[in-house]
C-alpha cells in the first residue's frame, strides 16, 4: 500500500517560506534560506506533489533549533506536525545532537509532544523576529522550548 504522502529532504527554500508565511509565522518570502539552514524537509501529496507540510533544522544563536514547523491549515490534525517532527529529531540524533531549541506562539502542541518550557530572558536567542516585537507579552505570548533527544 502506497502512503499518501512524501516527505524528502528539499534544498528549494521559497515554497517552505510562503506555507511558513502564510501560517503566520514571522517568516520572509524569500528564494534563500536564512544564515543558519541545516536541513529542510517538504511533505507533500504522493499523487500531486502539492506541499502539505514543511520543517527545518536550523542553528540559531549558537543551538539547533527546530526552526519552522507548518501544516497547511486544510490538513491540520492529521499527525503530520509530529510526523514532521520525528524527521528532525531522527537526524539531529544521527548528527549526535542531544538536544533541540524552539519557540512557538502555541507552546501548548509541543508540550504534548515533550518540550518543555524554558525562561525567555536566559534561554538562547531562537524566536524569529520575536525579542524586539511590540506584540510580544501584550498580543503574543510565544515561549522558548527545549527538547532532549
Given at each position: 500500500?502506497?502512503?499518501?504522502?512524501?516527505?524528502?529532504e528539499t534544498e528549494e527554500y521559497y515554497p517552505l517560506s510562503v506555507l511558513f508565511?502564510?501560517?503566520?509565522?514571522?517568516?520572509?518570502?524569500?528564494?534563500?534560506p536564512p544564515?543558519?539552514?541545516v536541513k529542510m524537509w517538504r511533505l507533500e501529496d504522493a499523487k500531486t506533489g502539492e506541499l502539505i507540510s514543511a520543517v527545518t533544522l536550523q542553528?540559531?544563536?549558537?543551538?539547533?533549533?527546530?526552526?519552522?514547523?507548518?501544516v497547511r491549515e486544510d490538513y491540520r490534525s492529521e499527525g503530520y506536525g509530529k510526523l514532521m517532527q520525528n524527521v528532525v529529531f531522527d537526524e539531529a540524533?544521527?548528527?549526535?545532537?542531544?538536544?533541540?531549541?524552539?519557540?512557538?506562539?502555541?507552546?501548548?502542541y509541543y508540550?504534548?509532544?515533550?518540550?518543555?518550557?524554558?525562561?525567555?530572558?536566559?534561554?538562547?536567542?531562537v524566536a524569529v523576529?520575536?525579542?524586539n516585537c511590540r506584540k510580544r507579552?501584550?498580543?503574543?505570548f510565544p515561549a522558548i522550548l527545549r527538547i532532549m533527544l
Open positions: 500500500m502506497q502512503m499518501p504522502y512524501v516527505i524528502r508565511h502564510e501560517s503566520g509565522m514571522e517568516v520572509e518570502i524569500n528564494k534563500v544564515a543558519g539552514m542553528i540559531r544563536d549558537g543551538v539547533y533549533t527546530l526552526g519552522d514547523l507548518a540524533r544521527k548528527m549526535g545532537i542531544k538536544e533541540l531549541w524552539g519557540s512557538a506562539k502555541v507552546p501548548e508540550y504534548r509532544f515533550g518540550w518543555e518550557k524554558m525562561d525567555w530572558d536566559a534561554s538562547p536567542r523576529n520575536c525579542h507579552g501584550t498580543e503574543c
